[in-house]
């Protein structure tokens, strides 16, 4: 199957999967509509798509790795809910549409992203085929990734502490973004027990990719369409953010992308059946939103 038409399956998966959430009638419905306001509110799936991907490639079927896709996906979603919050980043655009503060109002929203980390953990823990060693295994990557030493981690260094160097900036960016997307592809490695070595792979290929993703962030925040990339250009610099822009240039950006793809590449190259990851990094280099 083509990369396209692989991806289209992945994600159509993801959303069904998705939709399938919190659509019970409650008398405390209107989080249940501001949780599902955030995770259906559109979006690429990189991480949930690469957590398929990785299960398939370790050799199950990929289906049976939803949940594990799906409960990172909540929790991703709970961080940018929280994110846009006016204490942190003060966005009133997410993915074109208005944030959730600005849509249910901060209370509901602070509640919702609350409700939807404890509620990825369940999806694991109910998560059928899957082992009990398995199913723990899944809860410490994901509350790695997620943690106080992870994305976590990431966001107070971004809010809280004076970036001013390279260095400074990929180890916050390596935090806040990097090990959510090297923690989906980590999962989707648990999801098909995967050989160590081959996991560590894994692991490298999303780490780099992970950057790659960031230092492109910080590129269209400069020279992006706002109504294709969905949030505000130049938000970073009003802020008074130092991105990777400020340190090494647009160009520099470019390179330090391409320098990434080649390396995340180099991980898996030794793989049969790299196809699909390799068009997965193409795609992010060139991306436009």
Known sequence: MEFKQQYAAYQQAIEQYLEGLFSQDKPYGRLQEAM??????????????????????????????????????????????????PCMDDDDLRRGQPTTHKKFGETLAVLAG????????????????????????????LARACGADGMVAGQVLDTLYGIQTEEQLKAMYRLKTGVMISGAAELGC????????????????????GLAFQIRDDMLDVVGDEQVFGKPIGSDKEEGKITYVDVDGLEGCA???????????????QWPDHDFLFALADQLVDRNK
């Open 36 to 85: 599902r306001y955030s995770i259906l509110g559109g979006g690429k799936r990189i991480r949930p798509v690469l957590t398929l991907e990785f299960a398939r490639l370790g050799g199950i079927d990929w289906h049976l790795a939803l949940p594990y896709a799906c409960a990172l996906e909540l929790v991703h979603n709970y961080s940018l809910i929280h994110d846009d919050l």
């Open 114 to 141: 609350d409700a939807l980390q404890p509620e990825a953990f369940r999806l694991i823990a109910e998560a059928p085929c899957m082992s009990d060693g398995s199913r723990v295994e899944a809860v410490r990557v």
């Open 190 to 209: 648990v999801a098909a027990d995967m050989p160590a070595d081959m996991r560590a792979q894994a692991v490298e290929f999303a780490d780099q990719l």
């Open 255 to 269: 390179r330090a992308v391409e320098a990434c793809t080649r390396r995340a590449k180099d991980a898996v190259a």
